[in-house]
């Protein structure tokens, strides 16, 4: 059921890039909060703007791997077998991260809370830098054997690429710095006094290195995956991505005196270099090094039956998601302080 299938796909590609916008400021918060947060009470601070959205933010990345489940079984199958250490460096970064902002001032001693600040700043690297790796290397290619199935060691060893190599490596940093920018934009808007002076002194850096690394990744996917760069002419998708990214990176440094305008402009970024991406390699889901053998929308897909059920309660489950995101977000608005 090819009509079905695709619109599953799409459906997929816009929880993940939800879950990329909104997890990703929280991300981005964690990654930075020991720099622009040097007391407790400042600590505490970074942890209240993040503290009632980041366990909803986190459902839109469940509802993304349930519909994988359900839509494109052999893709997650196939996936997760091949990525399995990444995969369970990932969960355990998510876990840790949880732990890290539920425990943290559970006790009042400097090292239990040192620790936890510890342990929530290296989680929250490690996730968006194995989330960028892996799509570099989806967009590279995996080698997929004629099960559909392919095994990929951590590290490059005898020539053989590995999940963590120069060019995934690139595209994870390029994650890691873009979320830790839209990190700082929320934090911007959220907070007050020292924190936000330090987060302005801080921000405009690293969206500039954001905007180098995306044209490196560019560069280097031209070199590494000519024919994905190669179909990007012949998408309309891919150029309303461009025009997002681009808009985004503009919004980005022409309001950097603001506060909102700059966050929903790294939004846009974000989300124009997800609908990039995926507008270049569908109806490819998984590319393999021998074209021929790659899992596309229709040889991935679950039978009609799945497609269909799944679509019947998925409208009612996004609904009660987008709709308990609003109610947060309305119900916090404005500045936060420690208490």
Request: net charge neutral; proline share 5%; aromatic share 14%.
């Amino acid at each position: 059921m090819p009509e079905l299938s695709t619109t599953w796909f799409w459906l997929i590609a816009l929880m993940f890039t939800a879950w990329a916008v909104l997890d990703g400021f929280d991300f981005g918060a964690g990654v930075l909060h020991r720099l622009v947060a040097r007391e407790d009470t400042e600590r505490r601070e970074v942890l209240a703007a993040i503290g009632p959205v980041w366990d909803g933010n986190e459902v839109w990345l469940i509802a993304a791997g349930g519909s994988l489940f359900l839509a494109f079984p052999r893709l997650l199958a196939a996936g997760f077998s091949g990525f399995y250490l990444p995969v369970i460096f990932v969960v355990w970064g998510l876990i840790l991260r949880g732990l890290s902002i539920e425990l943290r001032s559970h006790l009042a001693s400097a090292l239990w809370r040192s620790f936890f600040d510890l342990t929530f700043t290296l989680s929250s690297v490690v996730v968006p830098l194995l989330m960028g790796a892996l799509l570099g290397n989806v967009v590279r290619g995996v080698p997929l054997n004629e099960q559909g199935f392919f095994e990929l060691a951590l590290f490059p060893a005898e020539g053989e690429p590995g999940v963590l190599d120069g060019y995934s490596l690139l595209c994870g940093l390029l994650v890691l710095v873009t979320l830790t920018a839209h990190g700082a934009n929320w934090l911007l808007w959220k907070t007050g006094g020292v924190v936000q002076e330090r987060v302005r002194a801080l921000r405009v850096r690293l969206w500039l290195a954001a905007g180098v690394l995306w044209l490196a990744a560019l560069l280097a996917t031209a070199r590494v995956a000519p024919e994905v760069m190669g179909a990007f002419p012949g998408r309309p998708l891919a150029w309303v991505g461009l025009v997002f990214a681009l808009g985004g990176l503009v919004t980005v440094f022409l309001k950097h005196a603001g506060e909102g305008a700059p966050f929903f402009g790294g939004a846009a970024f974000i989300t124009g270099c997800l609908v990039m991406t995926v507008a270049c390699l569908f109806p490819v889901v998984l590319r393999a090094q021998v074209p021929a053998l790659s899992l596309t929308v229709t040889n991935a897909a679950s039978g009609p039956y799945a497609q269909k059920a799944g679509l019947f309660w998925w409208g009612p489950g996004v609904f009660l998601a987008a709709g308990y995101l609003w109610w947060v977000l309305r119900h916090f608005r404005g500045k936060v302080t420690a208490a």
